[in-house]
């Protein structure tokens, strides 16, 4: 079989695996081409971090957007520019919901293969001493784990909810002629606090993705 046609072999056999949720034959697949079930991992970490990276981004610009709006009773704000750019913003945030869900769940189910492989190992390690290390690396490993997809589960539960605080505070905004109403102006104060809370979120669900990509090269 030449190159191009282990090439198509290998793409038509992950395509399938894809397809009929086959998780084993996907990792065996890619572990032929020389890449295992850590490397994979790692390599999904930084995937998810960078999606949790553009989300942060994109919130950081509804916030910046709707900060003028939260002190639109002093009559100085282009309430009607601002709330366009509001909206531009809003639309790019939500764009990210599902791909930092997605790529999560992908971390996820490497991560839960890996481990199953790594318990399964140590059965067979013969020597007390290394199988004593390995456990404790294990341990140690599906420790760090544990916080990270906890930082990446929080960090994501909380977009929704940030979303809909959103749209709420858009509601009725077209008809808007000039200042807004006290109302209004409260509940983009609200919302920039929630806004504060999930960027919050996002930044230290990055950070810790970071520092376990890190741990994974070691």
Known sequence: MNARASRVWVLAVMALSLVTGCATTYYSV????????????????????????????????????SAPLASALDGTVDTAGQVQSLRVAYRNAARTASTVRAHIDQVDDVSQALF????????????????????????????????????????????APVLSTVEDS????????????????????????????LTG??????????????????
Not at 119 to 145: F, K, V
Request: proline share 0%; no cysteine.
């Open 116 to 159: 199953s492989e790594w318990e399964a190992e140590l059965i067979n390690t013969a020597s007390s001493t290394q199988r004593s290390n390995d456990h404790q690396e294990l341990a140690e490993t599906r420790q760090a784990y544990n916080s990270l997809i906890g930082a990446m589960r929080g960090a994501e539960a909380g977009i």
């Open 170 to 197: 858009m509601r009725g905004l077209d008809a808007v002629d000039g200042e807004l109403t006290a109302s209004q102006v409260s509940g983009f104060l609200s919302l920039q606090g929630d806004l504060e809370r």
């Open 30 to 65: 890619w572990e032929t081409l020389g890449y295992q079930k850590r490397d994979i991992l790692k390599t999904r970490v930084e995937r998810a971090r960078d999606s949790q990276q553009q989300a942060f981004d994109r919130f950081e610009a509804v916030a910046r957007a």
């Open 201 to 218: 979120d996002l930044q230290r669900s990055i950070d810790a993705a970071t520092r376990f990509a890190e741990r994974l090269e070691r």
